[in-house]
């Protein structure tokens, strides 16, 4: 099992998230779900609560009822701090979606949720869903943000067009939440395509094994 750690920030693509974190908890993973203030605005803490049996942390602030554990793990004894020990107990970190406003933070280092603050303490593999309008994801601002996260070695999940409420094409995983990928490049790989996000825990599990 591993220890998987996924954010969700706000944007249309939010409610797919429920379906991922459904398929890596039935995949015997240990997950939870940090998000973004704005991702409330989609979807709602209960959706994820369910799924996944552990409390939703949205505030950088806010205390852990589990204390940084994960479902399925002993309590902790004490009281530690929530996105330090989150980060430090966690064997991976997808954010998906990633929206514009969520990337622009990671590559920035900026710490205002539970989810950047996290993100920027955590030192294990570390994955990204870029899920936004065609054009914005072709700005060069975002494209310079992604190209700054490839450097720190995030991974980036594979992109397909789909329709959108506005009218125009917008980014999402390839082949939806559930799809399967026939090949996977090399974990070393920073910000390589990978999709499903499974296979990013599936081959960490691998690499663990080996040692």
Same mark, same amino acid.
């Given at each position: 099992? &591993?220890?998987?750690?996924?954010?969700?920030?706000?944007?249309?693509?939010?409610?797919? $998230?429920?379906?991922?974190?459904?398929?890596? /908890?039935?995949?015997?993973?240990?997950?939870?779900?940090?998000? /973004?203030?704005?991702?409330?605005?989609?979807?709602? +803490?209960?959706?994820?609560?369910?799924?996944?049996?552990?409390?939703?942390? #949205?505030?950088? !602030?806010?205390?852990?009822?589990?204390?940084?554990? !994960?479902?399925?793990?002993?309590?902790?004894?004490?009281? *530690? #701090?929530?996105?330090?020990?989150?980060?430090?107990?966690?064997? &991976?970190?997808?954010?998906?979606?990633?929206?514009?406003?969520?990337? $622009?933070?990671?590559?920035?280092?900026?710490?205002?949720?539970?989810?950047?603050?996290?993100?920027? $303490? @955590?030192?294990?593999? +570390? &994955?990204?869903?870029?899920?936004?309008?065609?054009?914005?994801? +072709?700005?060069?601002? #975002?494209?310079?943000?992604?190209?700054?996260?490839?450097?720190?070695?995030?991974?980036?999940?594979?992109?397909?067009?789909?329709?959108?409420? @506005?009218?125009?094409?917008?980014?999402?995983?390839?082949?939806?939440?559930?799809?399967?990928?026939?090949?996977?490049?090399?974990?070393?790989? *920073?910000?390589? @395509?990978?999709?499903?996000? /499974?296979?990013?825990? +599936?081959?960490?599990?691998?690499? $663990?094994?080996? /040692?």
């Amino acid at each position: 099992m &591993a220890r998987i750690l996924l954010g969700v920030s706000g944007g249309i693509a939010a409610y797919r $998230a429920i379906e991922l974190a459904r398929l890596l /908890t039935r995949a015997s993973h240990g997950v939870r779900v940090l998000m /973004t203030p704005t991702a409330e605005r989609f979807v709602g +803490r209960p959706s994820f609560d369910g799924i996944v049996g552990g409390p939703v942390l #949205i505030d950088e !602030f806010e205390r852990d009822p589990l204390g940084g554990r !994960f479902p399925g793990e002993e309590p902790a004894d004490h009281d *530690p #701090i929530s996105h330090l020990e989150l980060a430090a107990r966690a064997d &991976a970190y997808l954010v998906a979606p990633a929206s514009a406003n969520t990337i $622009a933070k990671l590559a920035a280092g900026i710490c205002d949720s539970m989810l950047t603050t996290s993100f920027v $303490a @955590c030192r294990a593999p +570390r &994955a990204v869903a870029p899920a936004m309008n065609d054009r914005m994801l +072709r700005d060069p601002a #975002i494209e310079a943000n992604l190209a700054t996260l490839a450097a720190f070695s995030s991974r980036r999940v594979a992109r397909a067009s789909r329709s959108t409420p @506005c009218g125009s094409s917008a980014t999402a995983p390839a082949g939806g939440w559930g799809s399967r990928s026939r090949s996977a490049p090399p974990p070393a790989a *920073p910000m390589s @395509c990978w999709w499903p996000p /499974t296979s990013i825990f +599936r081959a960490q599990e691998r690499s $663990a094994g080996s /040692t």
